[in-house]
């Protein structure tokens, strides 16, 4: 008789416990309704949105032009960085930048490809903590260079898989590109420069 209590005890609380599971499962599950309806109002969410990213992108544009106008070239890039981000203001999660990195090119042919769509920080040589940023390279096509503080495009060539020259103002400026450590040297008018890979916004 105890052995027959017993076997119904554990046959019950067995039951009772599939029944917790079973209901816990049917709390956490998402009805495919839901998940539709989500989509649905989210779709609509994203093309109101529309006019507002139109209307923040101006007034980004506006902020970065007063912002190299002030030489706060670190502040202009994250602006530039912003804007050219769709604007922000989505209602989906950002995604989480990649770590720069850059194949090694086998040819100068290579070399161009590898670069166009490339960001520079540019610092002073001596300053080894890199506390004040003096411009911002971005090349933005095959054949030419966006110059932050000269706020204009200017022609560049790959001379060798690592030696890069932009048609400057009053000569080349010269770079030497070192692809496994992301970052390079320039020279310009007497100066030495370093570079910093910020990425590649554009791929």
Request: glycine share 4%; no cysteine; charged share 30%.
């Amino acid at each position: 008789m105890n052995r027959n209590r017993t076997y119904v005890s554990t046959v019950l609380g067995a039951f009772l416990m599939l029944g917790d599971f079973s209901h816990a499962q049917e709390e956490t599950a998402e009805p495919l309704e839901l998940t539709r309806l989500r989509e649905q109002f989210q779709t609509r969410i994203d093309q109101e949105m529309i006019p507002w990213r139109d209307k923040y992108k101006k007034e980004l544009q506006k902020l970065e032009d007063r912002l190299v106008q002030e030489r706060r070239l670190k502040e202009a890039l994250t602006v530039k960085s912003e804007r050219e981000a769709n604007g922000g203001l989505s209602s989906k999660p950002p995604a989480q930048a990649a770590t720069p990195v850059l194949p090694a090119p086998d040819s100068t042919a290579e070399a161009r490809k590898t670069l166009t769509g490339t960001v520079w920080l540019v610092y002073a040589s001596e300053d080894k903590k890199r506390e004040i940023l003096v411009d911002v390279y971005h090349f933005l096509e095959s054949s030419n260079v966006f110059v932050m503080s000269s706020k204009r495009l200017f022609p560049w060539s790959a001379k060798a898989t690592t030696e890069v020259a932009i048609q400057f103002h009053a000569g080349d400026i010269k770079m030497t590109v070192d692809y496994a450590k992301a970052s390079g040297v320039a020279s310009y008018g007497g100066k030495d420069y370093t570079l910093v890979l910020a990425g590649r916004p554009n791929l």
